[in-house]
Every structure is written in structure tokens, then in C-alpha cells.
């Protein structure tokens, strides 16, 4: 490795793990064989929501609750966002990671989030190929986090300020659909939101290797920036379907929370990302999610979980990470 280099050790990290499980690739290869059908996900043009047409809005509104029961999944255009500064974050995103590693990994940017592959693995199946710097939004206005990377901070303060609003619109579309009294706004500000900024190397094992582990995110949503390079993967109907990208559109995903809060009306579905031989990718996820002492309960009964604060439920897959090497999840919550 030269000193300069941006990429992470993950061949290494890699040649070790085949050697260590003494397995070939097996299963994760023969899987990814398979051709892909590649989907649109349902298209909701959240500027219907902007005008005053009462039942173009109800339609808007049944539209994400629909695709959030149906597909876990969606993405939304006339989001409000300025595609100016999509591409600002992008620009920046890039400049970043173009760093060598050496820097990334040890000079303390973006509160010393970096993280690369995944050195708990046990297993190559449970290597992902990718770095990632997974921010607290409460650290994102300190000018101590950015080092030499002066103007990424201005860019990530406006993005990460959009994003939150933007969250907390839609689990608010998605609340009252439930006919909660209750807010998910009160418990999610920015001391325990996230923004987590993925690059996903070229890798020549691929795609043998996931870019990013199959997983269900931890929060109540995601809303994703994805590139044109596409490689998202999520599971509908039993059956992994990849992403079409869409450079004008963001995509939202249903977390454990809302799923368990929905008594399983919204669903929290599994998604990974693919890595392929000849162009490097990159993603901006912005997780919403509550404070450690947030109860979550079903709004209705019979309760398909039991109640878990936030806390205890990221101290349960942290120790099923440990112990088996992958995320349980809700399962561990069932009543
Ligand atoms: C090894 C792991 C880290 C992770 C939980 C997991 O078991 C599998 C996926 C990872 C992921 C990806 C999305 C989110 O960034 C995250 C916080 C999550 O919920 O699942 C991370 C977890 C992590 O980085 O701790
Ligand atoms: O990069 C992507 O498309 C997905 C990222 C993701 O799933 C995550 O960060 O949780
Ligand atoms: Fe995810």
C-alpha cells in the first residue's frame, strides 16, 4: 500500500478470511449468478404536498403509506431539496474519500467515524466491502471535525439540516396514517440522528463480496443520496430485486422502529449493496432515530413485540454482532 492510497486493506482483510473459514465462496457467489431484475421503486412526487388540492395531498399521502406496508421502500422527487446541493455533498463526499487512508482512518475527521469493512468477520459472507464515516448530527456544525476539509463543513451543516426536516415530514405522514397522538419529532433531534457518508471501492472479487452486508436499518427511516452507479439490492417478495438508480429522486427506507411502533403495518425490509470490478460507488444515508431512553411500543393490540427502548434494542444487536457476527433485530423482540 502506498501512502497516499485512499483504499482500506479490505483485500487483505479478505484473503484472510477465506483462508481463516477455509471455505470458498460457496453460497454469497453462486447467489449473485443470478440475473437481477432490476425495479423502479414506487415514484411519490412529494410537491403534491406543497399545493392546496386536499385530494391530490390524501393521494400523496396513501401512496407513501402504501408503499411503506408494501415494499418497505420508496423514493420521492420534488423532495424540496436543492439538486444544487446534492451535488455540492457529492463533490465533497468524493474529495473526502479521495484522502489516503492512512488520513482518514487516523486524524480524527468527522468525530473519528471512519469505518472500513468489517474487522468483527469471522466469515467472508460477513465482509462488506466498503468505508463509511457514520456521523452524529450533533457533531456536524464543530469546526474541529473537518481537519484541512474546510468546506465540507458549511455543505454537510445545509444537508444534514434538509434531511432532518425532510425525515421528519414523512414519519409524520406516516404517524398520523397510524392515528398516533403521539410525535416521532419529539424524540429525534439532531443529539441522536445520524448521516453516514458510504464509499464502496472497486473491488475485484466482486461479486463475490458485498458492498454492504444484508441488513435492516436500526431507525425509525432512512433517506438515501444514492449515485448513478446503482447496486442496491432489497428484498421484495422473497426475492432480492436491485434499484434502478435515479439521479432526480432520493430514496426513503422503513426502519426496525417504525416497524415494530406500526405493529408490523410499515415493514423494515432487508437491502445490501453489490460491488462490481470497474467503477467505485458512493451513498449519503441520514438515519432518524430517537434517543437511548425512547420506549417503542405498538400502537395497537395484540403487540407483535415487546416494548424496548432504543437503547436496549442497539445493546441487543451490538452483542448478536459479537456473538454470531450478524444482526438479529426485531426477532429477538417477538412476543
Ligand atoms: C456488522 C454490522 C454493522 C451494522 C450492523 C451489522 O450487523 C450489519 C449491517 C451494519 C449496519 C448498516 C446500516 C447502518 O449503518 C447500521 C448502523 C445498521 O443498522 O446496520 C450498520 C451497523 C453498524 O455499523 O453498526
Ligand atoms: O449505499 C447504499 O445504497 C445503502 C446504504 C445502507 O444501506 C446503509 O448505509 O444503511
Ligand atoms: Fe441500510
Redesign the pocket.
Known sequence: MYASDPNPPLLANYAQLVCRSGEALGDVGRKTEVVMKECELPLIDLGVLRNRNEAEKAACVEAICKASSEWGFFQVVNHGISLDLLRSMRKEQKNLFESSFQKKATCGLLNNSY?WG?Q?ATDPK?L?WSE?F?VPLIKISEESCYGEFHSLRGVMEEYAGEMQKLAKMLASVLVKNMGEGKEVNNSCDESTC?L?LNRYPVCPCAPEVFG??P?????FLTILHQDEVGGLQLMKDSKWVAVKPNQDALIVNIGDLFQAWSNDEYKSVEHKVMVNTKVERYSI?Y?LCPSSDSVISSYKEPAVYKKFTFGEYRSQ??QD?KKT???VGLPRFLN
Open positions: 469505518r468489517n468483527a460477513q462488506s463509511a457514520h445520524f453516514r454492504l452486508v441488513h435492516t436499518d436500526s431507525d444515508a438515519f444487536i451490538q454482532v457476527g450478524h444482526k
